[in-house]
Structure formats: structure tokens, C-alpha cells
């Protein structure tokens, strides 16, 4: 267990060279002792049956048609800084000094020039030319996720988590409480029922699967062509007819917790998602881990949805959902960002 704890912390995926921080990224041999994003199903995983108000909350601020399969959302989700650390400080005492996620939303840099999707879909394209980057089954996500109730206020929960694949098709799952913007310090975990603090680095699960050998999206390999990679999202999401922008959205996040997609599948990505109805340039942002991304927004009533991809490669680096209204019932404020997620390669 030490061990696994020591790579962890190895784990930070933060910029190099920055003071705030720890160590680089995990490597390539830390990870084999990591598992999978995806695993059980959404009411088998830890803590699941106590995220459920925060999913009914997000789910009457959408409008629209909701996606046809329902997935465990595990993202960046936080609320008031005042009401966070009050809570921390309620939990931990004031002798303790917790890791509370809960950041602003995203800024989108006012000197930046939005690039449309049509644009980056021709970057991506020569980019994945040369094939650099090959298909992989299999996750590596930092997240964070909004714990909300009717009787307590709204707390932040982050999470590491990654999912390796075998040669045999079994796969290993190992989700840990870690804040990567606090280093060392405790974490707010859900692990037992109630809010609490642990340490960074906590182990939450650690799972194997026996071999899976489903020819189903998102279990399936996704194409690299886009009008092949777009039937493939349909049939993730158990449909015939063209996606709505949050169920291609909603889609995109199923993909890419089963997958790390390679050059050319990133290029279809986005191909496909510059069709997307409503999503629209706003310009260069920095995500959560210090990456420079480019920000296409979709507004919904009631929230906005952020996804921030590579201005390069195109790949997918994060998504953020915030709330443009209040929901007084479970402590929710407008500009809430209600959740968070941020892959890595």
C-alpha cells in the first residue's frame, strides 16, 4: 500500500517547473499499477448512491433531451469558496489544512482570437498525418466532483482515477482522493457515507476485472473517420438519430473514459463535433493542469457546458460544466462550476 501511495503522489498531473506543485505526470510504470475510469456500472461504484442529488440537480438545469444511457459523472464540481472552506474547517478543525477544490470557472484569455471548430478539425488533420499517436484502451482522468444534499452545504470531491487494460482483456481500476492543486495535503473524501478528510493519495478502490470481450461501444475500438466515428457515438448512446449537442457532448465524455484516443481518431473527434449545433468558439483558456486549450462553449438553460481541446492535436483535454442559475434547494449559485473533468495521455 505504501508503495501504491508513493506513486500517487508521483502522479500530480501539473505543469513542470511550477513551485505550487509536486512531481510531473505519472509514468509509464507508476501506471501499470493504475486502473480503469470506467468499471461497474453507475449505482455499483463507490459513493455513487450519495452523488445522486448532485446528478438530479444538474439534470433539472439542463434542458433538452437528456442522454440515453446514464453514467456516473465524475468532473470538477464546486460552489462558493466561503461555503467550501467552512466546511473543510468544520470537518478538519482548525488545526488542519484541507485541499478544497473549488476554483473559479474557467477564464478565457480577453487577447485571444476564438478558433472555429471547422479550423481545428484541419489542424488536427495534419497533425494525425503522421500517426504519432496511436489508439489506447484505457484512462488516465484527474476529476472532481460536486457532493450536494438538501441539508448540508455543497462540497468538492476530487478524484484520480486510471484504468489499465490487459493483454487478456481483464483490467485494473484504482481511484484515489488527490487534489493536485495541494499537494500533501488532506483531501474532502465521501468514502464512508459522510463527509470527511483523508489522506492525499487515499486509496478509494482498487479493482481487477476479469476479461471483457464486448464488440459494443464504447467497448468496441472507435474509427477513425468521421461519419464512422459519429454512428459509433449513436450507438453508444443506444440511438439511430442524429445526437443533440449534449448527448454528442455526454457521448464524447463515455469515449474518452473508455479510451485514449490516438491522433487520428482525435481528428474524426473533432470533425464530428464541429457540426455540433450551438457550440461556438469563445478563444484560449488554461485547464485546471496548467494546459493550453482552446474553449467552445454550449449554453443550455440553466448551465454551460466548457470543452477545452488542444489547439494543435485537437485531443479532448477537459470539460466544465457551470451553472448560470441558482438552485437554492441544494446551496447551488449562479457561476457554480458544477463539475469538472480533465483527461491526460
Not at 468538492?156 to 481500476?173: F, G, K, Y
Not at 476479469?210 to 461501444?217: I, K, L, N, R, T
Amino acid at each position: 500500500m505504501a508503495d501504491e501511495l508513493e506513486l500517487l503522489r508521483r502522479a500530480n498531473p501539473v505543469p513542470s517547473g511550477d513551485p505550487r506543485f509536486g512531481d510531473g505526470p505519472l509514468g509509464h510504470e507508476a501506471e501499470r499499477h493504475l486502473s480503469r475510469l470506467m468499471g461497474p456500472a453507475a449505482d455499483e461504484r463507490p459513493g455513487a448512491g450519495r452523488s445522486l442529488p448532485c446528478r438530479r440537480s444538474l439534470g433539472r438545469l439542463l434542458s433538452g433531451p437528456r442522454p440515453r444511457r446514464t453514467r456516473l459523472v465524475w468532473a470538477l464540481a464546486t460552489t462558493a469558496a466561503v461555503a467550501m472552506t467552512s466546511v473543510a474547517l468544520l470537518l478538519a478543525g482548525p488545526s488542519t489544512s484541507p485541499a478544497v477544490a473549488a476554483p473559479r470557472p474557467l477564464v478565457v484569455r480577453a487577447d485571444s482570437t476564438p478558433v472555429p471548430l471547422d479550423q481545428l478539425a484541419e489542424r488536427a488533420e495534419g497533425a494525425a498525418a503522421d500517426g504519432s499517436s496511436a489508439l489506447r484502451k484505457g484512462t488516465h482522468v484527474q476529476s472532481w466532483s460536486m457532493g450536494m444534499s438538501e441539508d448540508k452545504p455543497p462540497i468538492t470531491l476530487p478524484v484520480e482515477r486510471v484504468v489499465r487494460w490487459n493483454a487478456d482483456d481483464s483490467h485494473t481500476e484504482l481511484v484515489v482522493a488527490t487534489d493536485p492543486r495541494h499537494p500533501g495535503r488532506p483531501v474532502l473524501s465521501d468514502e464512508d457515507g459522510g463527509s470527511g478528510l483523508v489522506d492525499d493519495g487515499h486509496v478509494i478502490s482498487e479493482q481487477t476485472f476479469p476479461p471483457s470481450w464486448s464488440d459494443a461501444p464504447p467497448e468496441s475500438p472507435p474509427p477513425h473517420e468521421a461519419k464512422r466515428l459519429r454512428a459509433y457515438l449513436q450507438d453508444a448512446q443506444h440511438t439511430d438519430t442524429p445526437l443533440t449537442t449534449p448527448e454528442l457532448l455526454d457521448a464524447t465524455r463515455l469515449l474518452l473514459d473508455t479510451w485514449t484516443l490516438g491522433t487520428r481518431e482525435d481528428a474524426a473527434l473533432v470533425r464530428v463535433l464541429a457540426d455540433a449545433e450551438g457550440l461556438r468558439p469563445v478563444g484560449q483558456v488554461t485547464d485546471r493542469l496548467g494546459r493550453s486549450g482552446q474553449a467552445y462553449v454550449y449554453d443550455a438553460t440553466g448551465a454551460r457546458q466548457m470543452l477545452i481541446m488542444d489547439p494543435v492535436t485537437g485531443a479532448v483535454l477537459g470539460l466544465e460544466s457551470t451553472a448560470t442559475v441558482a438552485d437554492p434547494e441544494y446551496g447551488l449559485k449562479a457561476g457554480d462550476v458544477m463539475d469538472y473533468i480533465a483527461w491526460m495521455r
